[in-house]
């Protein structure tokens, strides 16, 4: 297994959990290097103190922090973990929340929880708020620093794992209205004949979630040119758009909408074409309950 | 005032056609350090040289490469974008997916959505119905040089737009090596411990929590200008390894 990024324990209550964090994600883009124009030589970054040729080894950089007067303070590691002593060893749990009250655009960054250390203690621990966070099914929200950030996080099962997830603060989210771009004005507000109509085209377009039914095409496509290149030395001028592109804003919604509804509904008497997932109704309760509705309902439930 | 856009495009639903610009939905707030020399704190620069020569090199002359040894092709710039296909201004909504089914570790970055010449009446149009519906849209758009998986949701009254991760760049839970423990919890400890979490439970409520790790560096910073010496570290707090004896005293701590 690689390095872990950051070991620690995660506790709830008086309970503690010693584990060690690691990357959920792998980079699959196509990396290039750099190198130089017509020598081909390779380009590498060297790191020097400026004004001078001196090389700064790794080992000896360290964060700066520049005050508004100018002035410059060094901050070593050990500068920082006095900053947040308690946050950059531990996660404190402070709150157990239902997963579906939490707006996706907080999920920032994944990781996988193991447990740390030898001997029975921690793989039980570890094993006991697994077990009790997927039999609640609750995600635990607590707080980390890892990499002088500190970030709120969500703890919860998955695959038989703890999966720890990063968050946005709320201060980091920007209101979508403050674009100036989003219409409210009387005059674009849609019928209830087109929304009817437009739920019933996103009704018939709905499939089960699968994930690994799509792959990056892009990458394969940049790939090719890279192999075409390499064989011919040049890479050919891509084809011209085998469809025209559609910029202009449809006039007619609900013609637009009426010719989608056909041509998916046509596709689906022909053989052989698949007919998408049919599982819930969609359009009669309305408007989803936010989560603190819900919670409120609990809480009167309970 | 309107925000400044990072793409233009079009956005389609079957015959639909809704024309939108992009917005970063999100705010830099990690503090910025600069990189500087720990002991006299000079600044530190990055310089572009020729690994052979030393040589410094302008960043004009700089092109981009793939495979190493007699396998490596240098790429153009153009060479590269013609990757990016026919359809790169355009995200069209392939499939249309229940917004639950959606595992969060595939949600990546955000974007706000805006309408764009004559499109209001189509954007209003598609947000009523997937705020409707509670639906989510699937497609996929090429964002500097990146193809991403991108879900299309109702947000606070707008079209938000988030890059989904491929499966394929996710580590699944089989790649880690995990010890299993020889015992499992006693039924007694996943009793007290489901006790434990539902008296922690509470709705979530995300404008509760700020960033208090940025005044705490501020804070170090300050002791460090003024000479003094920053509060030392707390020595790690030894909890109680005993997984009964700790349950029962959180349990009692908090009733």
């Given at each position: 297994m690689p390095r872990p990024i950051w070991s620690g324990s995660i506790s709830f209550g008086l309970v503690n959990v010693p584990v060690q964090l690691y990357g959920a994600t792998r980079d699959r883009s196509v990396r290039f290097h750099q190198v130089r124009a017509g020598t081909g030589e390779a380009i590498e970054t060297r790191r020097v103190a400026e004004g001078s040729d001196d090389e700064v080894d790794w080992a000896e950089i360290a964060r700066g922090w520049e005050t508004d007067d100018g002035r410059l303070v060094v901050l070593l590691d050990e500068d920082l973990d006095r900053a947040a002593p308690e946050r950059t060893r531990t996660v404190d749990v402070e709150l157990f929340v239902d997963l579906?009250?939490?707006?996706?655009?907080?999920?920032?960054h994944p990781y996988w929880l193991v447990p740390r250390g030898e001997g029975e203690g921690p793989a039980r621990a570890y094993r006991l708020l697994r077990d009790v966070l997927a039999d609640s099914d609750r995600v635990a929200i607590g707080r980390i620093v890892i990499r002088a950030r500190e970030q709120l996080v969500a703890i919860r099962e998955r695959q038989g794992l703890l999966s720890l997830t990063t968050m946005r603060f709320a201060?980091?989210?920007?209101?979508?209205?403050?674009?100036?771009?989003v219409p409210t004005d009387e005059a674009s507000a849609p019928s209830d004949a087109e929304v009817d109509d437009a739920v019933a085209l996103l009704e018939e377009m709905t499939?089960?979630?699968?994930?690994?039914?799509?792959?990056?095409a892009h990458r394969e496509r940049l790939l090719a040119l890279v192999e075409e290149k390499r064989r011919n030395g040049e890479v050919r001028?891509?084809?011209?758009?085998?469809e025209p592109v559609p910029q202009v804003a449809s006039k007619d919604l609900l013609a637009a909408l009426e010719e989608s509804l056909d041509r998916i509904r046509g596709d689906r008497k022909r053989p052989g074409t698949r007919s998408p997932a049919k599982r819930g109704g969609v359009g009669s309760s309305g408007r989803k309950p936010s989560g603190t509705e819900k919670a409120k309902a609990k809480a009167k439930k309970a | 005032m309107t925000a400044r856009s990072i793409w233009n495009g079009t956005l389609t639903l079957g015959a639909l056609v809704v024309p939108v610009k992009l917005f970063t939905a999100?705010?830099?707030?990690a503090l910025s350090f600069r990189e500087v020399?720990?002991?006299?704190?000079a600044r530190v620069r990055h310089r572009r040289v020729g690994?052979?020569?030393g040589e410094e090199v302008p960043f004009a002359e700089i092109e981009k490469a793939y495979g190493d040894g007699s396998d490596e092709v240098v790429m153009t710039k153009d060479e590269i974008a013609a990757?990016?296909?026919?359809?790169?201004k355009v995200v069209e909504i392939e499939h249309v997916v229940r917004a639950?089914?959606?595992?969060?570790?595939?949600?990546?970055k955000p974007y706000h959505l805006g309408a764009r010449d004559g499109g209001a009446h189509a954007y209003r149009l598609l947000l009523a119905a997937l705020e409707r519906g509670g639906r989510v849209g699937i497609g996929r758009l090429v964002l500097r040089q990146r193809e991403r998986l991108v879900a299309l949701r109702p947000l606070q009254g707008a079209l938000a737009l988030q890059t989904l991760r491929f499966a394929d760049e996710l580590v699944p839970a089989d790649d880690l090596d995990v010890p299993t423990p020889r015992k499992a919890p006693a039924e007694r400890e996943v009793e007290m411990a489901g006790r434990l979490v539902d008296m922690l439970a509470g709705p979530w409520d995300p404008?509760?929590?700020?960033?208090t790790y940025r005044q705490a560096v501020m804070d170090v910073v300050a002791a460090k200008l003024e000479g003094r010496e920053p509060d030392a570290p707390l020595p790690a707090e030894d909890r109680d390894d005993d997984l009964l004896a700790a349950l029962e005293a959180s349990l009692e701590r908090g009733s």
């Open positions: 579906e009250e939490i707006d996706p655009i907080h999920f920032d201060e980091e989210i920007r209101d979508p209205h403050d674009t100036g771009a499939v089960d979630w699968d994930p690994t039914s799509y792959a990056d001028e891509p084809d011209p758009e085998d | 999100t705010e830099a707030r020399r720990a002991d006299d704190g690994a052979r020569t990757a990016d296909g026919p359809r790169a639950e089914e959606i595992d969060p570790v595939h949600y990546d404008d509760a929590y700020r960033d």
